[in-house]
T-cell receptor, first 115, second 113 residues
């Protein structure tokens, strides 16, 4: 039973380019969460999605960032016109149910470096 | 708003000894869950243990156990018989009705041979 998959593991972009981060949840999981980890910091919630719906995007910057979780395929976190401050590790987690009782399982993360 | 505080940025322990990592939290919710995640140098986030707030009994997972003090809003992690592979960042997190997790800033644990 494969865990949460994220790709790429490492992504380098120049300022102004676009970054696309992909997340495939665990089999049977329909809830996806994206978190960002800055150096020497804990993880910060960005967005919570269920299939085809954004449930909570309160932690995501309103400009340049977007997320989707289509009916078919992985969840995508998209960052347009990247800036150096976007450099961070981005983690995806999935759960079977939305309840706070349900454990979230994390992928290995994507480390984004903006030059 | 929920907050999670880890007051120990770094700790070290000798192999085979016991170490306790501290965590305090604040929440206005009645039904919530608490977690400890481990992040080794590989950066993978690994679930160590979880505690349901409505349960009085402290959770245990092999060498890992928690001391959950609900009134004090304290949730410490005890690692017994520490092993070199326990060297990692440890994050305390809380989950509420919103679904997302709130993380502390982490404690860097070094297990020395």
């Amino acid at each position: 039973n494969a865990g949460v998959m994220q790709n790429p593991r490492h992504l380098v972009r120049r300022r102004g380019q676009e970054a696309r981060l992909r997340c495939s949840p665990m089999k049977g999981h329909s809830h996806v969460y994206w978190y960002r980890q800055l150096p020497e910091e804990g993880l910060k919630f960005m967005v919570y999605l269920q299939k085809e719906n954004i449930i909570d995007e309160s932690g995501m910057p309103k400009e340049r960032f977007s997320a989707e979780f289509p009916k078919e395929g992985p969840s995508i976190l998209r960052i347009q016109q990247v800036v150096r401050g976007d450099s961070a590790a981005y983690f995806c987690a999935s759960s079977q149910d939305y309840l706070s009782t349900d454990t979230q399982y994390f992928g290995p993360g994507t480390r984004l470096t903006v030059l | 708003a929920q907050t999670v505080t880890q007051s120990q940025p770094e700790m070290s322990v000798q192999e085979a000894e016991t170490v306790t990592l501290s965590c305090t939290y604040d929440t206005s919710e009645n039904n919530y869950y608490l977690f400890w995640y481990k992040q080794p140098p590989s950066r993978q986030m690994i679930l160590v243990i979880r505690q349901e707030a409505y349960k009085q009994q402290n959770a245990t997972e092999n060498r890992f156990s928690v001391n959950f003090q609900k009134a004090a809003k304290s949730f410490s992690l005890k690692i017994s018989d520490s092993q070199l592979g326990d060297t990692a960042m440890y994050f305390c997190a809380s989950g509420g009705s919103q679904g997302n997790l709130i993380f502390g800033k982490g404690t860097k644990l070094s297990v020395k041979p």
